[in-house]
């Protein structure tokens, strides 16, 4: 399965600014996925980025508030702009390619916002 | 839509016992995925086990193994010899299909702790 390398693995930020969590994949994936994890909650999906299109975005979350891009097949970031203590969160990504293999995810970015 | 649903937050056994986690889900689909994924303090999230609907068979993997029941749509983890090292959040996970790719819908999670 695939490995992913994501940074920065914790930040803390004033509010008002904006933050760029990247992830780097071992190898192609189509889709990458990029969730948000409140604390002691479960996983929301944020978007899906797909490499040469927009990104599309879950009910809730919109693209001036989480830019991503999606330059190539392995990379991926994750912007999390004009921020407030309501984004401090884990932010995770993740790819696969559908049940066979499983999702594997990042290691996570704690994001906290004061 | 689809859903899941953990109805235990916490949940705790001794080490070398075995314990059950449980997942319910909701689903019009015939053909899906459902997966565990369990989440240690570390924050990364690690697929367990995974169950193909299609497949009758339980899926097993090592100490762990699942309970599939495609008509009550129940989805259950159980957990033999529990280590300390098993103490983390457990995510019961459902495969969505949709037109822009495969997507993962969470259930709320347990945590589970191991007591030496």
């Known amino acids: 399965s695939a490995v992913i390398s994501q940074k920065p693995s914790r930040d803390i930020c004033q509010r008002g600014t904006s933050l760029t969590i990247q992830c780097q994949v071992d190898?192609?994936?189509?889709?990458m996925f990029w969730y948000r994890q409140q604390p002691g909650q479960s996983l929301t999906l944020i978007a899906t980025a797909n490499q040469g299109s927009e990104a599309t975005y879950e009910s809730g979350f919109v693209i001036d508030k989480f830019p991503i891009s999606r330059p190539n097949l392995t990379f991926s970031t994750l912007t999390v702009s004009n921020m407030s203590p309501e984004d401090s969160s884990i932010y995770l990504c993740?790819?696969?390619?559908?049940?066979?293999?499983?999702?594997?995810f990042g290691s996570g970015t704690r994001l906290t916002v004061v | 839509a689809q859903t899941v649903t953990q109805s235990q937050p916490e949940m705790s056994v001794q080490e070398a016992e075995t314990v059950t986690l449980s997942c319910t889900y909701d689903t019009s689909e015939n053909n899906y995925y459902l997966f565990w994924y369990k989440q240690p303090p570390s924050r990364q999230m690690i697929l367990v086990i995974r169950?193909?609907?299609?497949?009758?068979q339980n899926a097993t993997e090592n100490r762990f193994s699942v309970n599939f029941q495609k008509a009550a749509k129940s989805f259950s983890l159980k957990i033999s010899d529990s280590q300390l090292g098993d103490t983390a959040m457990y995510f019961c996970?459902?495969?969505?299909?949709?037109?822009?790719?495969?997507?993962?819908?969470f259930g709320a999670g347990t945590i589970l702790r191991v007591k030496s």
């Open positions: 190898s192609q994936v189509t889709m």
């Open positions: 996970a459902f495969m969505k299909q949709s037109r822009y790719g495969n997507k993962l819908v």
């Open positions: 169950q193909e609907a299609y497949k009758q």
């Open positions: 993740s790819v696969g390619t559908g049940g066979k293999n499983g999702y594997t």
